[in-house]
């Protein structure tokens, strides 16, 4: 019973939080509330017009004034569908106004996570808060409170009404309301357990599909296909179980309440007849009210379980939605104060720097070593030995556990990130470019005319590339930038790094897996961005740094070595013998 207790607080608790969105559209829900009660009344007045009409004009025949309230019935048939119009269009966009106001604070807040918690969340769990579920949460206004309350109101002022008429016929017609509500409640434990299951159905549904499409290539290269089908075909038949099972109780319940209705009209001709029979002061239009109040009765009634499902499907979604929007914890970068125009002068320091992805599985163990302002510095090193978590501890993709990492005599998290990212550019191995133009991808921080950046173009060596695309600056690159090759993708990275000016410059195997006349472009474009910027680049190739100021030699998350690529090679230690294997490698190829 606590535990039942706790949950339904917690429901509670989503639900009111939704509530809060709806503040600055209160008018819109004020006035759908009070069209709601409106339509309610009009129906209730319309059964008493019919009530009338066989009273006055049909048991005693009167043609002027069944005409009359005819009239009028038509008329208040007309301003209830004015009304019903009214109240649909503002609720749908009471919807769309709320759901738009929290997917946007839903994506601010996840642009300021980690790098680390997309590392460990799958892409389509993350899809399916920001899109379905939240499209779920529009339905809880446009289908379900506003509706809930003019469906309640209705019930209430008929009940009301019908009290009025005659309390008798009304207890009568009530007995059954009792089992109805019980019913009610069991089947709505049951409905929300099933829609907690098709929600996170919906979820490893997106995620599967996400990354199978992603990863289309590799299914097909090692003959997956039929394997990979069957484990989509599990989790689709999860997802169909669980919809199947929220309507099958549906299916159940909406017979059970036709019963109930049925009974209590069977119950007001029972007790109708008798009265009738007795001599009770009853009149024919009061009984045709009645079977007209009850059927408006259980029709709300009905649609009341369908609110209830709509608004739990809202509340089940919106607390995926919420948790994640509550979600802190050290994943979330806490943000430096420092924030100007000013550029960085690119002397970084790393002291005693430990880091690690997960508790004490340490990448870096002990880290020092100081670049000095204008230097162009390598790191190398086997894969693994904690090159790349440099770069991303500079860039603050990730936080280090300890010592201290210092950018012009600095604390690194005294900077905001926004500033930082201003003055740090980082070209990766893996080139991600959107789905759009060049111009576009390449004018992603400031904007810049086409004449400028044709400018930059040919100051790094690549106008010709540029150039030979088939609409140049507008040409769409694809998906993932699928429509160019590996070097391709690279040169518009260094044109996009170059026009953003930065003050460091960090190159992540910038020249690997590409051919040689394109990395003859790169080196070149690799000469003019590193010219009076302090440079840290992570190298594949040794032969590309022999002109770095000082190299890094990592090993396990140390740095074993450091020295110029002569000073390393006449070490005879740990680059020399990269460097030995290496060349080897080449001289063989």
């Not at 979600?327 to 979330?332: D, R, V």
């Not at 770069?391 to 993709?397: D, H, N, V, Y």
Request: aromatic share 12%; with cysteine; glycine share 6%.
């Amino acid at each position: 019973m606590a535990v039942e207790k706790e949950n339904k607080v917690f429901e509670w608790h989503f639900l009111r939080r939704l509530f809060k969105f709806v503040k600055p559209y209160k008018w819109v829900f004020h006035g759908c509330g009070f069209v709601t009660f409106l339509l309610a009344v009009f129906a209730v007045v319309r059964a008493y017009l019919v009530k009338y009409a066989f009273d006055y004009s049909i048991v005693e025949p009167d043609m002027d004034a069944l005409y009359n309230y005819t009239l009028v019935m038509l008329g208040f048939l007309l301003m209830e569908s004015i009304l019903q119009f009214l109240f649909s269009y503002y609720a749908g966009w009471l919807g769309q106004m709320v759901i738009k106001d929290i997917r946007l604070d839903l994506k601010k807040h996840l642009l300021k996570f980690q790098i680390s918690y997309f590392d460990n969340t799958p892409i389509g769990t993350l899809v399916t808060r920001v899109i379905s579920d939240i499209e779920a949460i529009a339905a809880v206004f446009s289908q379900g409170v506003l509706t809930f309350i003019g469906d309640l109101s209705k019930i209430v002022l008929i009940v009301g009404f019908m009290f009025y008429t005659d309390w008798k016929l009304t207890l009568t017609c009530l007995v059954v309301f009792p089992l109805l509500l019980v019913a009610t409640k069991f089947f709505q434990k049951f409905m929300k357990a099933s829609f907690e299951d098709e929600r996170t159905a919906i979820s490893k549904l997106n995620t599967f599909v996400q990354e199978h499409i992603q990863g289309m290539n590799i299914i097909q290269i090692f003959n997956r296909e039929e394997a990979e089908l069957d484990k989509f075909k599990d989790i689709n038949a999860e997802h169909r179980d669980a919809t199947i099972r929220s309507i099958w109780y549906f299916s159940i319940f909406l017979p059970i309440i036709e019963i109930f209705s049925a009974i209590a009209l069977g119950l007001l001709v029972w007790q109708g007849g008798i009265m009738v029979a007795v001599g009770a002061d009853i009149i024919l239009g009061d009984i045709i009210l009645f079977i007209l109040l009850i059927n408006m009765l259980f029709r709300p009634v009905r649609q009341l379980a369908d609110r209830i499902n709509t608004i739990q499907r809202g509340v089940v979604a919106s607390k995926r939605v919420f948790n994640l929007l509550d979600y802190n914890g050290a994943e979330k970068i806490m943000d430096g104060a420092i924030d100007n125009d000013q550029a960085l002068i690119g002397r970084i320091s790393f002291s005693n720097v430990w880091f690690a992805y997960t508790e004490e599985n340490w990448i870096l163990k002990g880290v020092s070593f100081e670049l000095k302002p204008g230097e162009m510095v390598a790191i190398v090193g086997a894969t693994g030995a904690g090159k790349s978590s440099i770069l991303s501890l500079i860039t603050r993709f990730y936080d280090y556990q300890k010592g201290e990492i210092l950018i012009d005599g600095i604390p690194i998290e005294n900077y905001s990130q926004a500033y930082l990212r201003r003055q740090v550019a980082i070209v990766m191995q893996d080139v991600f470019l959107f789905s759009n133009s060049v111009m576009d991808n390449v004018n992603i921080q400031q904007k810049l005319d086409e004449q400028t950046i044709l400018a930059a173009a040919k100051e790094i060596g690549i106008e010709e590339f540029i150039n030979s695309l088939p609409a140049k600056f507008n040409y769409n690159v694809g998906e993932r930038g699928a429509m160019l090759s590996t070097g391709q993708r690279q040169l518009l990275a260094f044109l996009r790094t170059y026009v953003s000016n930065p003050s460091v410059l960090i190159l992540d195997e910038a020249t690997s897996s590409i051919d040689t006349e394109t990395e003859k472009l790169i080196q070149k474009a690799t000469e003019v961005l590193t010219k009076n910027r302090t440079s840290i680049v992570v190298a594949h190739r040794l032969s590309t740094i022999r002109n770095a100021d000082k190299i890094l030699v990592m090993d396990q998350g140390q740095v074993v070595e450091v020295g110029t690529h002569e000073e390393l090679l006449n070490n005879g230690e740990y680059y020399a013998k990269l460097y030995e294997i290496q060349f080897s490698k080449d001289a063989v190829v």
